[in-house]
T-cell receptor, first 109, second 114 residues
Framework: SQQGEEDPQALSIQEGENATMNCSYK?????LQWYRQNSGRGLVHLIL?????REKHSGRLRVTLDTSKKSSSLLITASRAADTASYFC?????????FGTGTRLQVFP | DAGITQSPRHKVTETGTPVTLRCHQT?????MYWYRQDPGHGLRLIHY???????DKGEVSDGYSVSRSKTEDFLLTLESATSSQTSVYFC?????????????FGPGTRLTVT
């Protein structure tokens, strides 16, 4: 069974708008990671947030983590057409990552 | 792609035949993983390795075996392929140190079992 569930499943926005994706999980974690997957390609690691952190930034990415609610959000600011991809959250508490089912983001020029 | 390759990239095989997928890394990372990706399921872990000859099962290991005789190679074998094993298979590697948990993915192998 999946640990993480992303919401929404699909999101369509215009270039320049912000995109927010949410992830909920079920058990305790050591860290939570976000990955991007372009069509037909492997996943690419975007950002990692540890269980004792609440917010992290990397360029146009902002990730928040609320361990009391077992949820995380990924915000992409000023989106670009090149951000079109699927985004996955993944939780880790041992040697393994458990991935959610992903959010498909479409950014229109 | 972080020095990780998969072969073959595409394969069509018949039900009941054995299939071996290869993952090769040049990063000398300790951990290696095999996932399958299916619509509606995201990525699911099949097996992983935490060192040469050290492997463990993942969420969907039935029907699959793995071997790691060298740091750089991690093989996934379908002993007798079934149509339910039609999927895209991804290998991933990770240094898995105290400060680095992220995984780096290969380009994937698309397997069709007819």
């Amino acid at each position: 069974s999946q640990q993480g569930e992303e919401d929404p499943q699909a999101l369509s926005i215009q270039e320049g708008e912000n995109a927010t994706m949410n992830c909920s999980y079920k058990t305790s974690i050591n860290n939570l990671q976000w990955y991007r997957q372009n069509s037909g390609r492997g996943l690419v690691h975007l950002i990692l947030i540890r269980s004792n952190e609440r917010e992290k930034h990397s360029g146009r990415l902002r990730v928040t983590l609320d361990t009391s609610k077992k949820s995380s959000s990924l915000l992409i600011t000023a989106s670009r057409a090149a951000d079109t991809a699927s985004y996955f959250c993944a939780t880790a508490n041992t040697d393994k990552l458990i991935f959610g089912t992903g959010t498909r983001l479409q950014v229109f020029p | 792609d972080a020095g990780i390759t998969q072969s073959p990239r595409h394969k069509v095989t018949e039900t009941g035949t054995p299939v071996t997928l290869r993952c090769h890394q040049t990063e000398n990372h300790r951990y290696m993983y095999w996932y399958r990706q299916d619509p509606g399921h995201g990525l699911r872990l099949i097996h992983y390795s935490y060192g040469v000859k050290d492997t463990d099962k993942g969420e969907v290991s039935d029907g699959y075996s793995v071997s790691r005789s060298k740091t750089e190679d991690f093989l996934l074998t379908l002993e007798s392929a079934t149509s339910s094993q039609t999927s895209v298979y991804f290998c991933a590697i990770s240094p898995r140190t105290a400060s680095s948990y992220e995984q780096y993915f290969g380009p994937g192998t698309r397997l069709t079992v007819t």
